[in-house]
């Protein structure tokens, strides 16, 4: 499993705007300033973000970007989960894969699947708040 740019990307969005929280809303251009993203790409993550929960935004003069919950309520896994889609190390775990025939007798599924919810458990254990904390 590789997290790609979009949810690593996403992450860094969110604990940026968590870091400046009290500062109303943030223009996308300081966002991609702070954290060296190309807006281009910051247009593409962040209405996701908006559309799921996780931000809220303002147009026009004074407008930008906001938290819509706090840090502490910001899962990573539900963040990576809606950027990456399924954190699935092998295709017969993806969420709607149809059951593969091999799974009762194959060697490899039960680790496959142990490691699957260690995946979830350790990133849905995990928020935008933690991220702050170790810096």
């Known amino acids: 499993m590789m997290i790609s740019t ?3 990307y ?29 807006l281009k790409y910051l247009e593409q993550i962040v209405p996701v973000l908006c559309k799921n929960g996780f931000l809220e935004g303002v147009h026009g003069r004074g407008g930008g970007y906001r ?6 309520n910001c899962r990573i896994g539900d963040v990576l989960r809606l950027t990456e889609g399924d954190l699935a190390p092998v295709a017969c775990l993806e ?17 496959w699947t142990e490691f699957y919810q260690l995946v979830n458990d350790y ?3 995990k928020t935008i708040a933690d991220i702050l904390k170790k810096h």
């Open 67 to 72: 938290l819509v919950k706090p840090p502490e």
């Open 123 to 125: 990133f849905d254990g």
């Open 10 to 38: 996403a992450l860094r969005v969110l604990a940026d705007l968590a870091e400046h929280e009290g500062e109303g809303y943030i223009p996308m251009k300081e966002i991609a300033s702070r954290q060296a993203i190309s």
């Open 95 to 111: 969420c709607g894969a149809t059951p593969c025939e091999r799974a009762g007798s194959c060697r490899t599924y039960p680790m």
């Open 6 to 8: 979009r949810g690593r």
